[in-house]
């Protein structure tokens, strides 16, 4: 699947993370968005176009999971290869 270097630099930060994940304004400073509202419609477009890429690949479960409120997760081991 081919990502753009915003989304790699994104579900590597995710998984970096851990099971704790990141808050939505950590993810919006990585993006280098506002923390406004019209930055927050941003965020949740990127993360929604992440998510349909990663399903196209193949996982069977949700592999960003978001946590209500506060931000998001990878839920599913995941590894990286570069081309």
């Known amino acids: 699947m081919r990502l753009s270097y915003a989304e790699v630099c994104l579900l590597n930060a995710l998984s970096l ?7 939505r304004w950590e993810i919006a400073e990585l993006l280098g ?6 930055s927050s419609n941003v965020l949740e477009a990127r993360i929604s176009r992440l998510r349909r890429k990663i399903q196209r690949a193949g996982p069977s479960g949700p592999v960003i999971q978001a946590r209500r409120g506060e931000g998001y997760r990878v839920s599913t081991p995941i590894e990286f290869e570069f081309r």
């Open 33 to 38: 968005l506002e923390p406004d509202a019209a």
């Open 17 to 23: 993370a851990g099971p704790a994940g990141m808050e």
